[in-house]
């Protein structure tokens, strides 16, 4: 696991898309997993600047987001469909037909899933997951107990992400109980973890996934088995660290060529 601890979010942000940058000049036809809430519209901003400002193509890749609401139509403004268009793909040249995000409609729940795991295979796996952190530590909507191995699936959401998420519901009791979204699983099988967390609210459970015990009640801690995590910081969200300033040490001293 590499944490990275930088001022601000812009500058967090803004080095997480030239990594985003970096493996799609290396890889025109990249497989990004996305994902939603605050934390990663920072980092969507900075890739659609380089889309505007530099002409940068991002037309071969294919991305999967991590979940959506179930019983939500994709025209709602509070579905990920709406939140992906409105923050991503309306500044970026990614054709529909490359775009994938789950049916929140879908009358068989369960076979989307399996299709969703599906598409993820045929297209080789994803390279590179974006992903945030809630308050209680979960990623995706796979909120704490949820299994560590699990796959794409409905999933019940606890009071707690409901309140986290009201805001663009207009209130708690809004939001819809149910979720479709990828599994830790599924998310483990990326080949590189992204994970933005950013604000003195995401402090606790940044230090209780980097630092603390493997555990489901925390199931971003399941990234310290990952081969290549990488936590993009803010120093409200570092505040937490116990060994903050060793993270900022070996940032500092890696080779021009590993910071992307």
Excluded at 100 to 109: K, S
Aim: hydrophobic content about 40%.
């Amino acid at each position: 696991m590499e944490i990275i601890i930088q001022p601000d979010v812009r500058l967090a942000s803004l080095t997480g898309a030239r990594l985003v940058a970096g493996l799609v000049r290396r890889k025109s036809d990249a497989v990004l997993g996305l994902a939603t809430g605050s934390s990663p519209i920072p980092l969507y901003a900075e890739l659609v600047e380089m889309r505007r400002r530099d002409g940068f193509d991002f037309s071969r890749i294919r991305t999967f987001n991590l979940d959506e609401y179930i019983g939500l139509d994709p025209e709602h403004p509070a579905s990920y469909h709406a939140f992906m268009k409105r923050h991503l793909f309306d500044g970026l040249n990614v054709p529909g037909a490359s775009i994938h995000i789950p049916d929140g409609l879908a009358p068989d729940v369960e076979k989307t899933c399996r299709d969703y795991e599906a598409a993820i295979r045929a297209c080789g796996g994803i390279d590179l997951q974006v992903l945030g952190i809630g308050s209680d530590g979960h990623i995706g909507f796979n909120e704490p107990t949820s299994s560590l191995a699990s796959r794409t699936r409905i999933k019940t959401l606890t009071e707690r992400t409901r309140r986290d998420n009201a805001a663009a519901f207009g209130g708690p009791d809004r939001v819809p109980c149910h979720v479709i979204t990828m599994g830790i699983g599924t998310i483990m099988e990326s080949r590189t973890c992204l994970l933005l967390a950013f604000g003195k609210k995401k402090a606790a459970a940044v230090a209780a996934a980097a630092e603390g015990p493997i555990t489901a009640m925390v199931p971003a801690s399941i990234l310290q088995m990952h081969p290549r995590t990488i936590f993009l910081l803010d120093e409200e969200a570092a505040s937490g660290l116990k060994r903050a300033d060793y993270y900022r040490w070996v940032y500092d001293h890696k080779p021009a060529w590993q910071k992307g």
